[in-house]
C-alpha cells in the first residue's frame, strides 16, 4: 500500500461515485483500471481481497470495496473519506431530483411519466429476484429458504428484519457441516 | 421523533442487508409503507426510481426519502444512517479479515441468508406491482423493463428514463 495524501483520495473516489453507472460489474473494471493500473495504489491481489469484503459485508458492495481499499490506505480517515467521495454526487442529484419532484406534483406530465417509470421499476425488481435466483438457488435446500421466505412476507407479513435473522440462523444449522 | 426512529431503521436495515441494495428494499417497504405510512407504495416505486437513475449504489433513495420525510436534513441524517455501519462493518472486517475470511458462523449463515432474500425481494415485488400495474400499457411496461434487464445487457438507468418517455406518451 502506498502512501497516499487524503485529499487524492477523495477527488478518486469522487470521480468514481459520479461516473458510477452500468451495475457492478463495469464498477469494478473501473476500480481496477483506476487504482491499480493506473495509479498503483494497491496490487491486483490486495484489489481482489478488498472486493470479497465488499460482497460478503452488509451494504453496497461497491461502496464497501471503497471503504476497504481507503482502511488499507488510510485507515478510518481513509474509509470515511471514501464513502463520502462515492456517495456525494449521487446525493446530491437525489436531492435535487427530490425537490423537482415535491413540487411538480399534481402536474399531470410528470405523473405519467412517474405512473410509466413505477411499472419498470416493478419489472426491474422481477429481473433481479429473477437474476439473483439464478446464482444463488442452486439446490432443493437454497430453494426452500427462498420459497419460505416469500410465503413468510407474503402471506403471513411476518418481519423482514426478523426473517432476516432467522435465516442467518437456520443457514448456520443447516450449511454448517457443507461450509467446513 | 420520526427521524430518530427513521436514521434508526435505516442504520438496522444497512447493519443486515448482504448482497446489494435491493436487498435493503423488503424491510424499508415494511417499515417506511406499511407500519409508518411516511410514504406510499408509489412514492416508494418514485425513490426507488431516483436511487436507480442517479450515480452510486442504490442507497441514494434514502436521501429521497428522507427529504419527504425531514427536508435537507433528513437527506443528509439518512445518508449518515445509511453509511455508518457500513464503515464500521467494513473496517472491521478489513482489520480481521483472515479470521473473517475462515468463519464457518459468517458463511453458512450468509448461505441462509442469500437465497431467503430473494424469497423476500419478490414477495415485495407484489404490493408494488398492484400499486403501479393497473392496465395493459404498464403490463406492457413492467414486461418489457424485466425482459431487457433480465435478457440483455441494457443499463437499467436507460429502461427507467425510456419508461418515462413511454409514461408521457401514453398515460
Same mark, same amino acid.
Given at each position: ?74 485507515? =478510518?480517515? $481513509?474509509? /470515511?473519506?471514501?464513502? !463520502? &467521495?462515492? *456517495?456525494?454526487? @449521487?446525493?446530491? #442529484?437525489? +436531492? ?12 399531470? =406530465?410528470? $405523473?405519467? /411519466?412517474?405512473?410509466? !417509470? &413505477?411499472? *419498470?421499476?416493478? @419489472?426491474?425488481? #422481477?429481473? +433481479? ?31 423482514? +428484519? ?19 | ?171
Amino acid at each position: 500500500m502506498k502512501n497516499v495524501p487524503l485529499r487524492n483520495i477523495f477527488l478518486v473516489f469522487l470521480k468514481i461515485g459520479t461516473f458510477a453507472f452500468g451495475g457492478v460489474y463495469s464498477m469494478l473494471t473501473f476500480f481496477e483500471r483506476e487504482l491499480v493500473e493506473k495509479r498503483k495504489w494497491l496490487t491486483h491481489d490486495e484489489y481482489i481481497d478488498s472486493v470479497a469484503v465488499g460482497q460478503m459485508t452488509p451494504g453496497p458492495p461497491i461502496v464497501n470495496t471503497g471503504i476497504c481499499i481507503g482502511y488499507n490506505l488510510k485507515q =478510518l480517515r $481513509g474509509a /470515511i473519506v471514501t464513502t !463520502i &467521495g462515492q *456517495a456525494f454526487t @449521487g446525493t446530491v #442529484l437525489a +436531492i435535487l431530483l427530490a425537490i423537482f419532484y415535491i413540487k411538480t406534483k399534481g402536474n399531470v =406530465l410528470i $405523473g405519467s /411519466i412517474m405512473k410509466g !417509470i &413505477g411499472a *419498470a421499476v416493478v @419489472g426491474l425488481l #422481477l429481473s +433481479i429476484v429473477y437474476k439473483m435466483a439464478k446464482n444463488t438457488v442452486r439446490d432443493y435446500k437454497t430453494a426452500v429458504f427462498a420459497i419460505t421466505a416469500f410465503f413468510a412476507l407474503a402471506v403471513f407479513k411476518l418481519n423482514p +428484519i426478523g426473517l432476516i435473522l432467522a435465516s442467518g440462523i437456520l443457514g448456520f444449522v443447516v450449511f454448517r457441516r457443507t461450509t467446513e | 421523533m420520526i427521524l430518530l426512529k427513521f436514521c434508526l431503521i435505516l442504520f438496522v436495515v444497512n447493519s443486515l442487508t448482504i448482497g446489494g441494495g435491493y436487498v435493503m428494499l423488503p424491510v424499508l417497504h415494511k417499515e417506511f409503507v406499511e407500519k409508518y405510512h411516511w410514504l406510499t407504495n408509489q412514492e416508494f416505486l418514485d425513490a426507488i426510481a431516483v436511487g436507480q437513475i442517479t450515480p452510486g449504489p442504490l442507497t441514494v433513495m434514502n436521501a429521497v426519502i428522507g427529504y419527504k420525510i425531514a427536508g435537507l436534513i433528513g437527506a443528509v441524517l439518512a445518508m449518515i444512517s445509511s453509511y455508518m455501519p457500513c464503515i464500521i462493518i467494513v473496517t472491521l472486517v478489513c482489520k480481521y479479515y483472515f479470521l473473517y475470511k475462515e468463519s464457518v458462523i459468517v458463511h453458512s449463515s450468509f448461505k441462509g441468508i442469500k437465497p431467503a432474500v430473494i424469497g423476500l425481494l419478490a414477495a415485495v415485488a407484489i404490493p408494488l406491482g398492484t400499486t403501479s400495474i393497473v392496465d395493459l400499457i404498464t403490463f406492457g411496461i413492467a414486461i418489457l423493463s424485466f425482459t431487457a434487464i433480465a435478457f440483455t445487457k441494457i443499463d437499467p438507468t436507460f429502461v427507467i428514463v425510456g419508461a418515462g418517455v413511454l409514461g408521457a406518451l401514453f398515460l
